[in-house]
């Protein structure tokens, strides 16, 4: 049977294909094969906040920037509250064992993206609930709209509450998300440049 190889056995043999690489590049690509390890075991619960701490402890400054830098990518507008705390426990483990921290200030960024986060999620369910309203009491608003293939819009009703709810929802999602994605954006950028 054939052993599987890990990333870093790849990128070693792409690299001899390439050229030799210097004993720095060998290292930064170890290196980051160890993060990439212990972030996996990290998002599968096998590490917890402190066990994160525990293994990053002692590693090099680009590698808790690199480390917290992933962490910090991970973060979404529309993620699982569960996988945020995990990700904000993870940001500030990795802060506090930087020489000089900003674990408060980070805290607080972390917090405004949960906050925008919430409210995201809570516009989104008031609306639906507010469609879900109003089509149950006006069955005329069951009408969806459906493209012709000559590109002209017409109207036909829909098959149930649900898929009128979804249709109108889309619309008024695509508005709601690019409100809020542009904050997202912002307070992610703020946490980056924190990071540094």
């Known amino acids: 049977m054939e052993k599987v190889k890990s990333a870093f056995e790849k990128a070693m043999e792409r690299a ?13 690509l170890k290196e980051q094969e160890k993060i990439k390890t212990i972030l996996s075991e990290y998002y599968k619960d096998d590490l917890d906040r402190d066990g994160l701490w525990k293994k990053m402890k002692g590693s090099k400054p680009e590698s808790l920037r690199e480390t917290q830098m992933s962490l910090i990518n991970s973060l979404g507008l529309n993620m699982i509250q569960e996988e ?3 990700r904000k426990d993870g940001i500030l483990a990795i802060e506090s064992l930087k020489e000089q921290q900003r674990v408060s200030v980070m805290e607080q960024v972390l917090d405004s993206i949960a906050g925008i986060q919430k ?17 149950e009491s006006n069955p005329q608003l069951r009408m969806k709209p459906v493209k012709t293939p000559d590109g002209r819009m017409t109207f036909q009703p829909a098959v149930s509450v649900d898929e009128a709810v979804q249709a109108r929802l889309s619309e008024f999602l695509a508005e709601h998300e690019e409100r809020y994605e542009f904050s997202f954006t912002k307070l992610i950028e703020k946490l980056k440049w924190e990071a540094k």
């Open 119 to 135: 409210e995201y999620q809570e516009g989104k369910e008031q609306a639906s609930e507010q469609l879900r309203e109003a089509i």
């Open 16 to 28: 001899a294909a390439i050229g030799e690489m210097t004993a720095e590049e060998k290292e930064q």
């Open 84 to 86: 945020f705390l995990k």
